[in-house]
């Protein structure tokens, strides 16, 4: 019975370590699929991917072109940060570390 992956008979007592041995380099040395250059593998990879092509609809398109928060309130703590009024509570930011720390352990 041949390994299904290595493609290396296998198992059987009447095959010596030397015949194995010759069988499982000549399998190491055959080219992976026939693409052994990585060059041409990754120019198979492109010419694969270039006819792929994304149509976005009109509201995904406006979705993408705005931003995902709220533009004054950063400007807001910005400026909040910058005069030294933003309220810090240092026990809120100690629980938050002491509660990632739980989710990594």
Do not use: C, H, W
């Given at each position: 019975?041949?390994?299904?992956?290595?493609?290396?008979?296998?198992?059987?007592?009447?095959?010596?370590?030397?015949?194995?041995?010759?069988?499982?380099?000549?399998?190491?040395?055959r080219?992976?699929?026939?693409?052994?250059?990585?060059?041409?593998?990754?120019?198979?990879?492109?010419?694969?991917?270039?006819?792929?092509?994304?149509?976005l609809?009109?509201?995904?398109?406006?979705?993408?072109?705005?931003?995902?928060?709220?533009?004054?309130?950063?400007?807001?703590?910005?400026?909040?940060?910058?005069?030294?009024?933003?309220?810090?509570?240092?026990?809120?930011i100690?629980?938050?570390?002491?509660?990632?720390?739980?989710?990594?352990?």
């Amino acid at each position: 019975m041949s390994n299904p992956i290595s493609g290396v008979f296998s198992g059987s007592p009447t095959l010596d370590k030397v015949t194995l041995d010759k069988a499982k380099r000549k399998v190491l040395e055959r080219p992976f699929d026939g693409q052994s250059d990585p060059v041409k593998a990754e120019q198979a990879r492109v010419a694969a991917t270039r006819d792929d092509e994304l149509i976005l609809s009109p509201i995904a398109k406006q979705a993408m072109a705005e931003p995902a928060f709220d533009r004054s309130k950063v400007e807001a703590i910005k400026q909040a940060i910058q005069d030294g009024s933003y309220p810090v509570n240092a026990r809120r930011i100690a629980e938050s570390f002491a509660a990632m720390e739980k989710l990594i352990d």
